[in-house]
């Protein structure tokens, strides 16, 4: 039988990071050698299984250090200004790293791709394997629909997410943008308000909900004379981005150096 891939997380008490300690201690291939959070949480020291009411044996510890010690790679969902030193410890460790921490604005996705020159690093705003093949469908019809269709993405969270539009909503965009020719930049329509006038052709509106305990939705519409056509995901638990992240770390951990995205793994 071959060893277990010895995986570190960072972010490891949050919502997402639980649910990989859940699905880790779970896995017959996978172990959970660090836990890192932040330097001010009040869960420091703690066993990271106590809130699952298990005990792993592995302590939520704020040394990055210590929390990649016997590590083979470091799976990273966080905040960006935390992911960004989980990159300066990767690169220096010579370790592989999954992120699916979101709003990385553009300097941020060139400071990924340079870490890439030195380790493997897979960034993936979304790590459901669905989304991932709703990515494709996109693609597909942005690139049939290409005239007399109006793009319209509407996402929904939790109260507690701290970026707009998500992540998967901007790489549904640039998906379907890159697929008709442009960047996104070009065609994003992020706010409307008061006297807008007609909509221009072409665009890729947004439209924003945060409310309650959602955990993610995203419709994409495409809006043409006398039909719409939608093509939506819907999660209803959290364990579909872990499932898809430890399937990016198994093949991650065996990968060069490179910037590397869900599709590549898929
Ligand atoms: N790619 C995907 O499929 C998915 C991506 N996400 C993204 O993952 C990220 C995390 O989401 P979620 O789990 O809901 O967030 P939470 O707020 O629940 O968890 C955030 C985690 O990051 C830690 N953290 C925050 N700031 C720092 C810091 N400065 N240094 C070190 N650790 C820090 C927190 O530790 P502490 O408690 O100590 O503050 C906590 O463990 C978000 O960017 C979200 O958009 C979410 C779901 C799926
Ligand atoms: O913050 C979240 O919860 C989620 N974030 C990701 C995003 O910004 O797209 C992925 C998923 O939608 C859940």
């Known amino acids: 039988m071959s060893p277990r891939l010895r995986i570190a997380l960072a972010g490891a ?19 959970l050698v660090g836990a890192g959070v932040s330097p001010q949480s009040g869960q420091l020291g703690q066993d990271a299984a106590q809130g699952l009411g298990q005990t792993c044996g592995v302590r939520f510890s704020a040394d990055l250090n210590e929390v990649l010690a016997d590590a083979q790679v470091l799976i990273d969902y966080s905040r960006v200004e935390s992911s960004l030193r989980s990159l300066v410890a990767c690169e220096t460790l010579g370790l592989p790293l ?3 921490t979101t709003g990385f604005g553009p300097g941020e996705r060139e400071r990924l791709a340079q870490a890439g020159q030195r380790i493997p690093v897979l960034w993936a705003p979304n790590t459901s394997i669905g ?5 494709a469908l996109l ?3 942005a690139r049939q629909l290409n005239a007399g269709y109006d793009i319209e993405i509407v996402e929904a969270h939790h109260r507690h ?32 308000e008061g006297h807008t006038g007609p909509r221009e052709a072409g665009r890729i509106g947004f439209s924003t909900v945060r409310g309650g305990d959602i955990v993610g939705d995203h419709t ?3 809006c043409g004379e ?11 638990s959290r364990v579909h981005y872990a499932q898809g992240a430890l399937h990016a770390a198994r093949w991650l951990a065996n990968q060069a150096p490179g910037l590397y995205a869900m599709r590549d793994c898929l």
């Open 220 to 222: 994409v519409m495409f």
């Open 139 to 141: 693609e597909q019809a």
């Open 226 to 236: 006398g039909e719409r056509i939608e093509i939506a995901h819907k999660s209803s």
């Open 13 to 31: 008490s949050g919502r997402m990071g639980q649910m990989l300690v859940q699905q880790i201690l779970a896995s017959s291939d996978c172990l």
């Open 98 to 100: 999954v992120i699916g």
């Open 131 to 135: 989304v991932n093949v709703v990515m």
């Open 161 to 192: 997410k701290v970026d707009a539009p998500s992540g998967t909503a901007l790489q549904m965009g640039e998906v379907m943008a890159r697929a008709q020719g442009h960047s996104l930049a070009e065609v994003a329509t992020y706010t409307r």
